[in-house]
């Protein structure tokens, strides 16, 4: 179980990072103007989207954790760290022994 909440914590603070549209909708809530539009109470609107905002914070958190995209970010870092470039060559002589 706690293995599980510590995932979800994840997901949420790599959703959260990127999350600048979403902080950007959700000072929009507190337009008046804009729910309005909606045909909405300030108070509705505002109940509607913070958990819409939440589970659009997860929703990334989640697709970024999933492995595909690990193994890319893991690639693309590993393309600017001198260290892992080393190793990597380290690596590819080695195979190249065998």
């Known amino acids: 179980?706690?293995?599980?909440?510590?995932?979800q914590k994840f997901r949420i603070d790599s959703g959260l990072s990127?999350?600048?549209?979403?902080?950007?909708?959700?000072?929009?809530?507190?337009?008046e103007k804009l729910a309005h539009l909606f045909g909405?109470?300030?108070?509705?609107?505002?109940l509607v989207a913070v958990p819409l905002i939440i589970a659009a914070v997860w929703l990334c958190g989640y697709i970024l954790s999933r492995p595909s995209v690990q193994i890319a970010q893991d690639g693309a870092v590993g393309e600017l760290s001198q260290q892992r470039r080393e190793m990597r060559e380290i690596l590819e002589i080695l195979k190249e022994r065998k």
């Open 18 to 31: 990127m999350a600048a549209g979403l902080n950007t909708l959700l000072l929009l809530c507190q337009s």
């Open 1 to 7: 179980m706690l293995q599980w909440l510590w995932k």
């Open 40 to 46: 909405l109470s300030l108070q509705s609107f505002v």
